[in-house]
């Protein structure tokens, strides 16, 4: 492979004829930061290409020029594949003029965008035509559709309408070479050769630019049910998940595990929010309907509630009787991460696990973490999907600067704890450069091997994204 | 590329000594006949191995030898992906021997099996443990897993829960090379990587074959209410659709569009088949809902159709009042594609179209096939995937054999019609060596020299299915 070079005059030069001079942005330093400050990347220069066609063209003189590409979407990722700290300056290609909503066609449940568009803002387009986007993260505001892509993203939606994976048709996408691919397809079914869709979606950014999506959209549920449940244990949630199932089918939008860590960290840093039951139980699951027509939701809630409490998988909760109640328990749900950066973590870690196997992993992982310290756990997140959040902290009125060697280890036992379960060291987050290491030891080598030479098809030179998903070969 | 050899003397030897007597088929014959008999497959040899490390090593052997493999699942595919007529003799290598179902976790609404498991045996074992796995279609009791994901299979639930892509989450398997892709997960989210699963699926045993996999299940909806509503037409069955999703979300489980010629046709080919209204209207829907709980899914159906009575959507309809008469208007659909055998087509077309699109292109069709000849068209399917079966048959009182030279023209108007509108030549049957010609005129360019460089990496000599999907290379 041509070594990479840095992005020089010449490289520029060549930029600033072909773009226009909006595409061009003169403070870079935005775009070498990452959120949570780990990573500190380089920006030669950064461009912000207003069509496919700018971006394949972008692309190939970088190409010619072997010159890194960093793919800019939102710059909300948390595995540090929008920032490259090593190797020659890269060029940063941002989304953020692509902003288009090109046509949305609420009969048809599609939305077709520019890959810039910010997630919110699809949210917001389908609302106005009476239609849900389902996909919702904390980022969503800043978060661009082209990024989301790129990472397959997840979050609160997921259990019912799939990642960000499942909720697109079709993709426009520009290659390093300076071709797009035109398969913007709004079709539903379409069995016309290899799937390129789903190749490019979770690559972040290391094959081409997606540049355009037609993503689905859905009826809006007209009444929604939220509760929060008192549950003995993880085994016992997910047993009421199997019988909200009978219950509900597959009308369960949300099924998030809240451990009383979570609402002790809320009561220490954010006293504002209400917490309900005092003192916190060990465990809860905030559980939301969505139905439709003239569907009972709370009825519906409250007869899984008797049930559950028949078979001992509840013994305490509460069912939202307003709007205002229900965006409280959503609010105490979202307070977790904030409580949780004030806090502090020593590692932090986005697992998935066979549903099966996530009750005996808390506890062995609960059991070897005691052994390494006495450290505080807090473990939350989207159990339906079998993806938690398990991220360790300090000991009480300690801080995470004092415990920094620890991070590598407890890590290490996490991660080797995961694999032996058959999960995953990344559910939703992505691997980009925080876990390449980890994918390499985890990863099937057929896989990783198939993978790389995926890479060396669509990327010859190396100069997209590098470093990221993969190690950058030289 | 190196050049095909035909299976010869020495390699089969070198089977005998790594296969038992078992994997060994001396009638070779039900292996080279099509389902429609327009192609005449070659069988060298016919294996059938009883594990993925058989089928590796099978395929190592071949490889080595540079002679052609055939995957062979259930024979039932329509597009000849499981026939080569062309060529050196090849080894057609079945997957009828692995039919275990390796696990099946109710709980975790997951089945791992082999990839020779009938479709229907799937369904069975998740009844058996009250689930539900919903891929169906017609051939699913001869149909195997490993075949309907290879060829991305379709079928009467997708509207709800997706093609078999989306009903997998993990796959084990077998490289030319002689390798195993163990990336037989169970997780519901896991993004470490290029998505290699997706591309698997689909690809028609073209890069390797498929010898296990990890299956969605689901919760079994408890209330069913079907009913055949008449609808003024196609754009009217549309708003209908969006309709039923006010009243019952995603609980939709069908939508099929059946035409009056499709009656017609049954009428004249299977008289003791029950068939409601007389004269046959212009067009009706077929409509599922599949509820849980104690919902009242007759009630919800009796409410949509007021509301689609009085918006002028559907002029007349039954709504079954018993499993019986349910199942009588299944049996009415299921039997359409039987009378369009008994008939003979002239031309038959799985193609799917934007939804929006859907009525324009059917006014549109019906209009430049009366320019062609006074040809008979029925057009049925699922509509609410915007996937049409649309079958051409002569003109009432003559035969296909009357009409052979119009086949290509018609095909062409309609792929080339197809296209027009955005829609696919392909939407659910797969490209076999059938569609090779209509993949090379309507794929995107760009997409489809990325598919043989992707051929080129996974399987450099040629010898997966030579000729299905992409034209052989030599």
New interface residues.
């Given amino acids: 492979m041509p070594e990479l070079a840095a992005l020089d005059a010449a490289l520029t030069a060549r930029l600033r004829e072909i773009l226009p001079p909006a595409a061009f942005r003169d403070d870079t330093t935005p775009y070498t930061e990452e959120l949570r400050g780990s990573y500190r990347g380089q920006a030669g220069l950064v461009v912000a290409p207003g069509s496919a066609q700018e971006v394949a063209q972008v692309l190939a003189l970088a190409n010619d020029a072997r010159v890194p590409v960093v793919p800019y979407g939102g710059g909300t990722g948390l595995v540090a594949g929008q920032v490259m700290p090593e190797g020659p300056a890269p060029l940063v290609l941002s989304l953020e003029r692509m902003t288009r909503i090109r046509q949305i066609?609420p009969?048809?449940?599609?939305i077709t965008v520019d890959a810039g568009v910010p997630v919110e803002a699809i949210q917001q387009a389908a609302a106005e035509h009476d239609r849900l986007f389902p996909l919702s993260f904390g980022a969503q505001g800043t978060a661009r559709i082209g990024g989301s892509l790129s990472?397959?993203a997840?979050g609160a939606n997921?259990l019912r309408y799939?990642?960000t994976?499942?909720l697109c048709l079709g993709l426009e996408v520009a290659?390093p070479d300076g071709?797009?691919?035109?398969?913007l397809?709004?079709?539903?079914?379409?069995?016309?050769?290899?799937?390129?869709r789903?190749?490019m979606?979770?690559?972040e950014g290391t094959?081409g630019v997606i540049t355009g999506a037609a993503m689905k959209l859905?009826?809006r549920?007209?009444r929604r049910a939220t509760a929060l449940l008192v549950t003995p244990s993880p085994a016992a949630a997910?047993?009421l998940l199997?019988l909200a199932?009978?219950?509900?089918?597959?009308?369960i939008t949300a099924f998030e595990l809240i451990s009383g860590m979570g609402l002790r960290f809320i009561e220490a840093t954010l006293p504002d929010i209400r917490r309900p039951f005092d003192p916190a139980p060990e465990w809860m699951v905030l559980i939301e309907f969505?139905?439709?027509?003239?569907?009972d939701a709370e009825a519906?809630m409250e007869?899984l509630f008797a049930a559950a409490f028949e078979a001992e998988l509840v013994s305490d909760g509460i069912i939202a009787q307003s709007e205002a109640q229900a965006d409280g328990l959503w609010q105490l749900r979202e307070a977790i991460p904030e409580a949780n950066r004030a806090i502090g973590a020593i590692s932090s870690h986005d697992i998935?696990?066979?549903?099966?196997a996530l009750p005996e992993f808390i506890d062995e992982g609960r059991a070897r973490l005691a052994e390494m310290g006495p450290y505080r756990l807090n473990c939350f997140g989207?159990l339906g999907?079998?993806?938690l959040h398990y991220n360790v902290f300090p000991p009480e009125g300690e801080a995470r600067a004092d415990h920094l060697a620890a991070k590598a280890p407890v890590m290490e036992m996490i991660h080797d704890l995961v694999a032996g379960y058959?999960?995953?060291?990344?559910?939703?987050?992505?691997?980009g450069r925080l876990?390449v290491a980890?994918?390499e030891r985890?990863?099937?080598p057929?896989?990783?091997e198939?993978?790389r030479?995926?890479k060396r098809?669509?990327d010859p030179n190396g100069i997209m994204n590098p470093g990221a998903?993969l190690r950058a070969e030289s």
């Fill in positions: 066609l009969e048809e449940n599609v990472t397959n997840g997921v799939g990642t994976r499942e290659l071709r797009v691919m035109n398969t397809t709004r079709l539903r079914k379409d069995n016309t050769g290899y799937d390129l789903d190749l979606i979770g690559a094959l859905f009826a549920p007209t997910l047993k199997s199932r009978v219950h509900a089918g597959e009308q969505g139905l439709f027509g003239e569907a519906l007869e998935s696990l066979p549903l099966s989207h999907d079998g993806n058959g999960g995953s060291f990344s559910a939703e987050h992505g691997v876990k980890d994918l985890y990863g099937d057929v896989k990783l198939l993978m030479g995926i098809l669509f998903v």
